[in-house]
Each structure stands twice: as structure tokens, then as C-alpha cells.
């Protein structure tokens, strides 16, 4: 690919400017802090994609439609403060998989019988014993970094693999300091096909105890009503007929910051074509009551509903760990809520839409930063 030199790893200077160069073992794609431009450490140039960034103004134009359109950022005063994009790593796998499985256990089956007047209700258990195979194709992005600290990552992958933009070759993309940069990536095709063949082979077991329970189920035609499925003993294999690791594919993820009533907020957006990912928006007072007033409710309820079902349950041991976990679920939702109404901002994603419908994109975002401490 033209215009993108390798560098070797004993050199560790920029192949454009000739300054000094900071990289790690596992460094593949360093970025020039002095001219901002890639630099290969290791690897073939080649193996490089991106979805084309977008420019300043394009990115700004983008934000100030979405303001238009949006009920709630519609009316408010908002400033440009900064715009950036960085093109973060993935690598893109696709493939299909194969997996031959055999299983055996018992079912509960709950049989009503009348007799009289009266209903009698008898437990049955009866065996079973299922096996076949199962196939998927999939497609997937596995990040290239083992730590980002960047928001709307995960929506950034989403939407490129609903929308699947025009790759073009790094070479081709026109470096302007301070416009855009590249992150490196922290590793290479090798260890990213490891991490697909991990993580498939999981979602795929997953797919297959589904179909191993349900198939159970589906098997039983006596009287009465499967109320469970024991598997006793399973053999589930995970096998690749198919499957290609490339990249790193580079894909902009444009930030725009804003001023609104003297503070600043964020807003994040796909770079080939602007889409809103995940933005932050003003909280307002009224709104802020709203979040403060559920963390009461939430955690109210949450005692309310564990003295109900620790009675419910007859009291004992069992009835004081259900209504343990229901006070600790209320507590935990309770304070999102909290933290969410005490928040500068509140969290929507995609494109324009009531406050309301941001509610749990909030709270949910509020616990994703705490499980990233």
C-alpha cells in the first residue's frame, strides 16, 4: 500500500518526520505524536483498512442537524468546543461453525388429574436423550486494544456491521494534524483469531443448551406439562469449517464536544456517515427530580417487595436469601438512579428522542463506568 512505510522495531522514528517513536512489544500501528501520522512497527501495511473519517465541518454540520431534531437539545444555545476523530482498531472475523451434540438427562413433568370435585397434581420425571448437530455462520469485530477508555465503542462495531461502509486503504487517507489520528493496536491478526475462536465457541454452547433444552422439551408427547429440563450429561463440540481474521480495520468514531448553558457535554458519532451513537445531553432540573424521585421509589420498593416475598416464602433460611437478593437489587438499582440524577448529563443513544426514552440508557451507562473502576 503506497504511502504507509513499515517501520522496523529497532529504528523506533517516525518514517515521515524522523521523530522519536514510543512503542510497547506488542505494538503493531504506532501513531507519530509530533506529525501525527501512522507508522508500521510490525506486520504488512497492507493488512490495513479504514472507513473513510470525515471533516471538521462535515462532523460539525452532522451535530447541529441532530440539534434541530431533537426535542430536547431543540431551543438550546450550544457552542462548538472541539471535534475530533480516532480510528480505533478492530479486527473483523467471519466464519461458520460446527458443532455435533449429545445430551441425556431426565425432565419434570407436573400431570393434573381430576378426580370428584377435586384436582390432584402428580410429578413425574421422565427420561431423555437427544443429539444432532447444529451450524451458524457469524460475523463479529474484536477490538484491537486490550483497554480503551472510550464511550460508544460497542456501538461503533454494532453499526458498522449493520451498515458495512467502503473500506478504503490507509494509505490513501489524507493525514491533517489535529484532525484525525489512529490508535495503535495492541496486537495482531494471530492473537485476535484466538480471542474469535474463544468467544464464538462460548456464544455457540450457549445456542446449543438452548437447543438441547428445547428439543427435550419438544420430545415429550405423554400427558401433563414439562415444567423443567435436568441435563444430566452433554457433549457439545465447537469446530471452524470456515473462518477469516483480517485488519486491523480502522473506524472513525468523531467526537463533538459542546457548550450548553457553560458546560461542556459530548456527542459521538459513526465517521462514514454521522450516525448518533451515544451522546450526552443537558439534565434539567425537572428531569433530575424525575431520576432522584425513581432512586426513592426503586429502593423503597425494593424493602417493600422483599418483606412480601420473605413471608411468601414461609420465612427460613430460603425466604431471608430471596428477599436478601430482592433488598440488594432495589439498593443497587436505587443508587444508579442516584448517581444518574446527580450527574451533569443524562445519556441518550441513536438518533432524536423524548428524555424519557433515556432512562435506562442512563442508568445502564452509569453502571458500565462503575464496573470499568
Known sequence: MAGLPAVSVQRLRCSYCGSPLRVGPDTVLVVC????????????????FAAKPPSMDRA????????????????????????????????????RLYSRYEASGFLIVTVSRRKGDRVYTETRTVPFHVSGVYEQS????????RSLGEEAVDELAEHYLSTRPELVGLGSVE?????????????????????????????????????IRRRARASYHGPGTVTAVNVVHRTITCEFPELEVRGPVLLPLTKVFYVCEGRVYRAYFSGWDMYPLLREEPLTGRQRSFFLMLAGLLGGGGGGAAAVLYTAAGGGVGGLAVAGATLGLGAVLGYLAARAGLSEARIEKGREGSWLRSLFTTIGTQAERLARR
Request: proline fraction near 7%; aromatic fraction near 12%; charge should be negative.
Open 33 to 48: 505524536p509530533y506529525c501525527g501520522k501512522p507508522n508500521w512497527v510490525k506486520g504488512e501495511p497492507g493488512s490495513v
Open 60 to 95: 460539525w454540520e452532522a451535530f447541529m442537524e441532530l440539534a434541530r431534531r431533537d426535542p430536547d437539545l431543540r431551543g438550546l444555545n450550544v457552542e462548538p468546543a472541539r471535534i475530533e476523530t480516532v480510528l480505533v482498531p478492530f479486527y473483523e472475523a467471519r466464519g
Open 138 to 145: 457469524f460475523e463479529a469485530l474484536v477490538s484491537g486494544k
Open 175 to 211: 493525514w491533517r494534524k489535529g484532525e484525525y489520528t489512529a490508535l495503535a493496536a495492541d496486537y495482531g491478526p494471530q492473537e485476535a483469531e484466538e480471542t474469535v475462536r474463544d468467544d464464538a465457541c462460548d456464544w455457540l454452547r450457549e445456542r446449543v443448551e438452548a437447543e
